[in-house]
């Protein structure tokens, strides 16, 4: 036995150190032992394994079986730098990949080279298939494996919108369906993903540590992906922060750097971010987030944060329908995209009522005036289509009523005015023919207008005729001529109504406008013309007996072309008079007449002054006569034709014959 000099305990024959206080055992001999010669196989055998398993371990690749518990160290799986190519010798038989043990920190020399690719990037890229609430697919999305249980890194706002996602990767068949969305950060808009589980572990890169991020810096080469194969680029400026406060990585102009480019990696294999191209209509970069840069930076790049890099093994947070009908629906892009799909598929009535709620919604979220406008040239086509489907199915009422709400959007277009024009006719509702028409011409100069124009003022002078309205046909062919100047069939048309009505001066001269204006109408005008010489010739004069002590001298005069009524012909009075009574029958708002001074019989007094559209006596007709509109007096109404009616003509009274007689001057 040795004892310790130090603290004087008993040790055993040959030790070196004391088993109390550690210090050397003062006088003693150190002897080679058996525990002395284990110790020293195992630590070789150690060092042997550790440089087997260095060597000889083989790449693991997507659907390799790994064994149940932990899985592999993400660090682990990283690709080469691009252009390393060393093989690794091969495994030996019988022992399975996954049961091999890593190798310690000291089985790798300083000087040793790069590491060996583990995992290829390519093998680690990923396609998202997104369906829509019907189940129908609507389109992809770029992704990466992040960790081989499944869990893969893409950008999140193409996820809105969508009920339903499956994952493919690239060089593998089949697909695996994500079960739900662990985390997302939508202003930088990346979002993780969980997909089920498969049984195996895939191929995954790592994303970068703040540390390795901090580490960037300008001129750094890495690596671009936008599939299979990457394209160097170098760093232009290593990191600024955007308006929402999150970090940046610009890089320089290279071939193949565009806006299809995805995925950023370290020459290590780390992924550093999902790439944004800089221009305005990037899905979830608003325009404003990006600051002015110089001429020759294309490529925009969130970093992966370590927020994201912290909830990796962490289970889903909501599924993506979940989150879809919370966050998504209703928005503006909710609506723009439906919409936009409706459109594409013609199917215009729902894409009529989704674009309409989207650009209410785009106001309210101040979207940019461009995407409106584009919306608005989509309603407008939308509602053409519906309103020409709609006449294709002869649905009259419903295509009327269509056109009227597309113009409470587009109340200047013309196109819309004239559908509502056409299917109005069908319908047979004239006056808003006119009204359409007449804003089709104020919009634009169309030859072929006029001509529609003239047929709708006919068809509704034809119509009131058909009830008797004699006033309002006629006020309809004076309306259209007053808006077509130079129409000739309506003078036609009125000239002839006169002449059925004995208002021979004003038929003679509308009938000579229509010669005028146009010579094909000459014919109908002349026969028209001789009709009324004929009539003329063969009246010398109007004659109306003045029956024997009679106190006055009546007649019947035909108003406006459709109402007679008993006049007393008054040689003494300066104006023609009729009754509150007729003036009202005929339908004038007297009360809004012109104020005058008159002296009656029963003294002066003040009335109202209109004007009437024609007086007739048997043919002999003035055309816009004034009256005065006297009240009525006890019950009794009285109208009396004035000089302002008689001077026109050559009158007389015979009171040997008993006659009063009216020629023509």
């Known amino acids: 036995m040795l004892q310790c000099q130090t603290c004087k305990s008993w040790n055993e024959d040959g030790a070196s150190f004391c088993t109390q206080c550690g210090q050397p055992v003062g006088g003693g001999k150190r002897r080679w032992g058996l525990r002395h010669t284990l110790v020293l196989i195992a630590g070789l055998a150690g060092i042997q394994a550790a440089v087997f398993f260095y060597f000889f371990e083989q790449p693991v690749e997507p659907g390799v079986p790994q064994g149940q518990g932990q899985p592999r160290s993400v660090a682990v799986m990283k690709p080469a730098v691009e252009g390393e190519t060393p093989a690794p010798p091969p495994a030996r038989a019988g022992k399975p990949l996954s049961s091999r043990k890593k190798p310690g920190p000291a089985s790798k020399a300083s000087s040793s080279p790069p590491t060996v690719r583990r995992v290829k990037v390519d093998s680690a890229l990923a396609i998202l298939e997104l369906f829509d609430k019907s189940g129908q697919f609507a389109r992809i999305a770029q992704a990466v494996v992040v960790h081989p249980d499944g869990v893969v890194l893409t950008r999140y706002s193409p996820l809105l919108g969508a009920y339903k996602v499956r994952c493919r990767r690239e060089g593998v068949a089949g697909s695996i369906p994500v079960t739900g969305i662990i985390r997302y950060n939508q202003p930088s808009d990346l979002a993780l993903l969980r997909l089920a589980r498969s049984g195996q572990k895939l191929a995954a890169l790592e994303i970068i540590t703040r540390s390795t991020a901090d580490g960037l810096a300008n001129e750094d080469e890495i690596n671009i992906f936008d599939g299979p194969g990457g394209r160097p680029a170098r760093i232009a400026e290593a990191f600024f922060s955007t308006a929402d406060g999150h970090l940046g990585i610009l890089l320089a102009d290279s071939p193949g750097i565009d806006e299809e480019s995805f995925l ?50 962490e289970p889903v947070s909501s599924t993506v329908a979940d989150n879809t009908m919370r966050i998504y629906e209703g928005t503006f892009d909710d609506l723009e995209a439906r919409a936009r799909e409706s459109y594409r598929t013609k199917r215009w009535g729902e894409a009529i009522e989704l674009l309409r709620k989207a650009i209410e919604r785009g106001n309210v979220e101040n979207v940019e005036v461009v995407r409106l406008d584009r919306l608005f040239d989509f309603l407008r086509e939308s509602y053409l289509g519906e309103i020409g489907r709609l006449q294709d199915r002869r649905r009259f009422e419903e295509a009327a009523e269509m056109a009227r709400r597309g113009l409470e959007f587009f109340a200047r277009d013309g196109i819309l005015w004239f559908k509502l024009a056409e299917i109005c006719a069908e319908l047979e509702l004239t006056r808003e023919v006119i009204d359409a028409l007449l804003q089709v011409r104020a919009l634009e100069s169309s030859r072929r207008i006029a001509p529609m124009l003239e047929g709708a003022y006919h068809q509704l002078a034809r119509d009131a005729l058909k009830e008797n309205d004699g006033r309002r046909a006629e006020l309809a062919y004076v309306e259209g001529i007053e808006q077509i100047p130079d129409s000739a069939i309506l003078r036609l048309h009125l000239g002839q109504l006169y002449q059925e009505w004995a208002i021979y001066q004003d038929a003679i001269r509308l009938l000579e406008e229509a010669k005028q204006l146009d010579s094909a109408l000459a014919q109908q005008s002349d026969v028209l013309l001789g009709r009324i010489d004929d009539i003329l010739s063969s009246r010398e004069a109007v004659v109306i007996p003045i029956p024997e002590g009679a106190p006055s001298i009546s007649a019947k005069m035909l108003l406006d072309g459709r109402m007679e009524e008993t006049f007393v012909i008054d040689t003494g009075a300066t104006y023609t008079a009729i009754s509150e009574t007729l003036a009202r029958r005929l339908g004038y708002a007297f009360e809004r007449g012109e104020r005058i001074n008159v002296t009656t019989a029963a003294g002066r007094m003040q009335v109202r002054r209109i004007r009437l559209v024609s007086v007739s006596l048997q043919g002999y007709a003035v055309h816009n006569l004034p009256v005065i509109v006297l009240p009525d007096s006890k019950g009794r109404s009285l109208n009396l034709l004035g000089l302002n009616f008689l001077n026109y003509f050559k009158y007389s009274v015979d009171s040997t014959r008993g006659e009063f007689r009216l020629e023509r001057p």
């Open 264 to 313: 950023a990696v370290s020459k290590a294999g780390e992924v550093i971010g999902l790439c944004r191209p800089m221009v305005d209509n990037v899905v979830g970069l608003p325009r404003r987030t990006i600051p002015a840069r110089p001429q020759g930076l294309r490529v925009f790049i969130d970093p992966a944060s370590v927020f994201l890099r912290e909830f990796l093994v």
